[in-house]
């Protein structure tokens, strides 16, 4: 391959976030060489793999509302976890009639998602007119609801754990029918092919990246910023409520106190991860995409060698700082300046 | 002018209100008792179990009187409340803490006005012990030694007793007084016999997703070789025993089945031990009242108390394969669960 060539796969934007993630799952072919096993079990795929792309799937889904949020507003949407919460006590309690625990429907479940999905909705849309009406810190703003949305969630279930024990129910969270492949990940596939579709097709993709650049300029040229970064924050609450509601299938419960609970900040970092910078601008969908595998592959590694509970934390951070000071612009350069001191030692060498 | 008037009636039934206050403060030279419960919340229903059971003990009829105040989950909740039992001359304090330190300097107020706190469930953490007249609640690993004397009595029964046994743990939240005391109980039973291995041992945090993650994982790794799955709680059991039948295995007692064992005896745990899917639940009781009830019944009579006492607690089987076991020379009782037990339980 020619030396230009490979410059310019290496400066490829999703370069870094790709080998980070294909890093993370390398260690498991040292250490669990059957982890890219893939089988059929019970009528259903399974295998580490399997896991990986399933239980990410509530990660991915808040990374895109995360992407778009930080690049329009510049700042992160740190309620997510809390509004999944919201909207997850708000569709078992409505399913529930008020119960504690039911075996069948007591409300049409069209209904309760609709209402989850309203809800999640109506939390991104306060949190949106904090940020984009009243120019507060982003978070700040949705430190509120950060604070607040499980208390919500509490008082929407009375305090209690409301189970759904009907086998609909389990489907978004498990599988559907005789379907092999787990429901979560074609909630995660669908989410992210239908905002790419529309960030590609509506220009709402480069209308949101040049608020983010410079809101003021954008303004200057006619685009409605506020506006815009008022829905990101919208889109960025349904998809949270997307999340919660697939969270809550795979328990069929509402657990108002640990459904969602810190996916904020995997959400945040996922975005990172992805190459993308926090202070707004420019974004990679697919980057932060990447980034939630990541995050989800280093987790499922770590129980596959089966680390210590009370170690597992330290590992993470250490993989994490790793991957983090890769794709910094400082080592970036310290790269690059070892590269052309390289280059030119080659060339004196040449010289002689 | 409406406001006004609005402002002095508030003012009036404020002042009534006060008096209420000390009419009744007055009021317990006589015979009933004055308790001031702060509880930390209402986020479980063992909580809830526990509170009511606090209210029940400590009723009118029973010759006490009750000022119960709900914390919300906050500290400094719990501090004013403390403050205000001292003002209101309460004759004891108990105080069921939210976090484990920062409560040396309002116990020792407590301490100073002379009035004796009893505290439940959490320790807290002082520099001084005196400051607290007593301790009540869970012995921890009590309840993780009588699961696994109830385990290794099971697989004695069913034939088992020389075979080689590999064991999962799924540990609490990593850190919590539950989580130690229980792994403690069965590190301990892994280590006393030859014949049983942990396979692995990974944090549920409590929660009935991270348990179905956890044994998903634990599954790939040696799924056909696990015998036991020990969950230290109901909701990682749920989780546990969702990914096992996932995965195409049977949860249950007998040789070839996973067994699953468990904490706390919800009723939606006792529900699925009376279903089979676990074996063995060990309680972890709410109801301290009539426990804290005998600490001041003897501090009323004079009499010194221990500094710590635990609640009974008992041991729900699905099935009478093992009804007893004993610890250290005392017998433990395990039940049989049947619909009618967790119909006529208060939580």
């Not at chain 1, 945040?268 to 991860?273: K, P, S």
């Not at chain 1, 210590?308 to 991957?323: C, N, S, T």
């Not at chain 2, 049983?196 to 799924?223: D, N």
Request: aromatic share 6%; hydrophobic share 45%.
């Amino acid at each position: 391959m020619s030396n230009s060539k490979l410059k310019k796969i290496t400066s490829a934007r999703l370069f870094l976030p790709i080998v980070c993630l294909i890093a993370v799952l390398l260690i498991n072919v040292i250490k669990t060489p059957d982890f890219f096993n893939i089988t059929i079990r019970n009528g259903v795929l399974y295998g580490y793999v399997i896991d990986v792309i399933n239980r990410a799937s509530e990660l991915v889904i808040l990374a895109v509302g995360m992407t778009l949020v930080t690049a329009a507003s510049g700042g992160q949407d740190i309620s997510v976890g809390a509004v999944m919460a919201v909207a997850a006590a708000v569709c078992c309690q409505i399913l529930s009639g008020g119960a504690s625990s039911v075996t069948a429907y007591q409300n049409s479940l069209v209904l309760a998602v609709i209402a989850a999905l309203l809800a999640s909705a109506l939390c991104g849309a306060f949190n949106g007119l904090l940020v984009a009406k009243l120019n507060i810190q982003p978070m700040v703003a949705t430190l509120i609801l950060y604070t607040a949305g499980r208390g919500i969630a509490q008082l929407v279930t009375n305090g209690q754990i409301t189970y759904i024990r009907v086998e609909s129910f389990q489907m978004a969270g498990g599988y559907i029918g005789k379907s092999p492949v787990p429901t979560p990940v074609l909630f995660a596939i669908v989410t992210v092919v239908i905002v790419a579709i529309i960030l590609k097709k509506t220009a709402l993709g480069l209308y949101i990246e040049s608020v983010g650049i410079n809101g003021k300029a954008a303004r200057l040229v006619g685009l409605n910023s506020t506006m815009i970064k008022f829905l990101t924050y919208v889109i960025c609450g349904v998809l949270a409520g997307i999340a919660g509601l697939v969270a809550s299938s795979r328990i069929y419960s509402a657990d108002a106190n640990n459904i969602g609970l810190n996916l904020e900040m995997d959400a945040i970092l996922a975005v990172a991860l992805g190459g993308n910078f926090l202070g707004g601008g420019k974004f990679s969908l697919i980057g932060s995409v990447i980034g939630a595998y990541t995050i989800q592959a280093l987790t499922t590694t770590l129980y596959a060698m089966n680390v210590k509970a009370d170690q597992l934390p330290v590992y993470k951070a250490i993989v994490v700082i790793i991957i983090v000071t890769l794709q910094s612009d400082v080592f970036k350069k310290f790269v690059e300046s070892h590269r052309s001191k390289k280059v030119s030692v080659a060339a004196e060498g040449g010289q002689k | 002018m409406k406001k006004k008037m609005v402002t002095a009636l508030l003012a009036v039934s404020m002042l009534a209100g006060l008096s209420a206050v000390n009419v009744m403060a007055a009021d317990d030279g006589g015979d009933t008792i004055t308790v001031g419960f702060s509880q930390v919340g209402a986020e479980s229903d063992w909580r809830t179990a526990n509170t009511e059971s606090m209210k029940s003990t400590f009723s009118e009829e029973n010759g006490y009187e009750l000022i119960f105040d709900d914390a919300q989950q906050k500290q400094e909740n719990q501090l004013t409340a403390i403050r205000n039992f001292i003002q209101q001359e309460v004759d004891y304090i108990v105080l069921a803490p939210v976090t484990e330190t920062g409560w040396d300097t309002v116990l020792q107020e407590a301490k100073d006005a002379g009035i004796p706190v009893i505290i439940v469930d959490r320790m807290v953490d002082v520099s001084d012990d005196s400051l607290y007249t007593a301790w009540v609640g869970s012995n921890f690993k009590l309840e993780g030694q009588k699961a696994m004397a109830w385990l290794d009595a099971y697989l004695e029964a069913k034939g088992r007793g020389d075979e080689e046994i590999n064991l999962v743990d799924i540990q609490g939240t990593i850190g919590a007084s539950a989580q130690i005391g229980r792994t403690e109980g069965f590190d301990e039973a892994v280590e006393a016999h030859d014949n049983w291995t942990t396979l692995a041992q990974q944090s549920g945090e409590f929660t009935q997703a991270k348990g179905q993650e956890v044994m998903e994982s634990i599954l790939k790794q040696s799924g056909d070789d696990i015998d036991v799955v020990y969950c230290e709680n109901d909701n990682e059991a749920f989780g546990a025993i969702d990914a096992i039948k996932a995965a195409g295995y049977e949860v249950g007692g007998e040789e070839g089945q996973i067994l699953v064992m468990s904490f706390d005896t919800t009723n939606a745990g006792l529900t699925q031990t009376l279903s089979g899917e676990i074996t063995c639940d060990t309680e972890c009781n709410p109801l301290h009242g009539p426990r804290v009830e005998e600490i001041i019944q003897k501090l009323e009579a004079g009499e010194d108390v221990d500094k710590q006492a635990y609640v009974d607690e008992v041991a729900f089987a699905a099935d009478d394969t093992v009804t007893k076991v004993t610890i250290d020379g005392t017998d433990y009782d395990i039940t049989p669960i049947t619909q009618e037990i967790i119909d006529g339980r208060a939580y």
